[in-house]
T-cell receptor, first 111, second 110 residues
Framework: EDQVTQSPEALRLQEGESSSLNCSYT??????LFWYRQDPGKGPEFLFT???AGEEKEKERLKATLTKKESFLHITAPKPEDSATYLC????????????FGGGTRVLVKP | DAEITQSPRHKITETGRQVTLACHQT?????MFWYRQDLGHGLRLIHY???????NKGEVSDGYSVSRSNTEDLPLTLESAASSQTSVYFC?????????FGEGSRLTVL
């Protein structure tokens, strides 16, 4: 059974204070690892897909990295508008097009 | 712009009533999914479809059903609503990779 665990559950940061979110996964053959951002009352918004260990993707202050067991979402010099819940999901090779999600990390960036 | 829309956005119903949540996408995607999101459980897959007339059960399918009569729509039906089905429901679609989500439907079962 595919499993995704995200830590920490919640993170409070001061504006400009860089940090990292962790996504640990167990999957029988990784086809892709996905990061999403979710604002309150909204649907998840796609950020990145990572396909193989060593791969990195960047978007503004966000950088996602991937190893064989986990992925990190690094937030560099965050701003209050980066406050959101960040979700990680995996797509297994044997699971067709389904995604299995972790519980998410709630990030609050204070000015 | 292509999009995915859900309706209603908010609904309150009573235990035992039948409820249908609508999902319509204009991406022309073959794959459509229904997830529920609850505190402490994250997003859990209810049902999914890979094309017209194709439907499959997810990890939490008991008490729910879907039908796929065209590419654009995947309605989710709760045959007899239960309080345990109070949740936020998200519809999503995809081609081969990332899922694109709707804005969600908040359902309260009293």
């Amino acid at each position: 059974e595919d499993q995704v665990t995200q830590s920490p559950e919640a993170l409070r940061l001061q504006e400009g204070e860089s940090s990292s979110l962790n996504c640990s996964y167990t999957v029988s053959g990784l086809r892709g690892l996905f990061w999403y951002r979710q604002d309150p009352g909204k649907g998840p918004e796609f950020l990145f897909t990572l396909y193989s260990a060593g791969e990195e993707k960047e978007k503004e202050r966000l950088k996602a990295t991937l190893t064989k067991k986990e992925s990190f979402l690094h937030i560099t010099a965050p701003k209050p508008e980066d406050s959101a819940t960040y979700l990680c999901a995996v797509q297994a090779q044997a699971a067709g097009n389904k995604l299995t999600f972790g519980g998410g990390t709630r990030v609050l960036v204070k000015p | 712009d292509a999009e995915i829309t859900q309706s209603p956005r908010h609904k309150i119903t009573e235990t035992g009533r039948q409820v249908t949540l609508a999902c319509h996408q204009t991406w022309n995607h073959n794959n459509m999914f229904w997830y529920r999101q609850d505190l402490g459980h994250g997003l859990r897959l209810i049902h999914y479809s890979y094309g017209v007339q194709d439907t499959n059960k997810g990890e939490v399918s008991d008490g729910y059903s879907v039908s796929r009569s065209n590419t654009e729509d995947l309605p989710l039906t709760l045959e007899s609503a239960a309080s345990s089905q109070t949740s936020v429901y998200f519809c999503a679609s995809s081609e081969t990779g990332e899922l694109f989500f709707g804005e969600g439907s908040r359902l309260t079962v009293l």
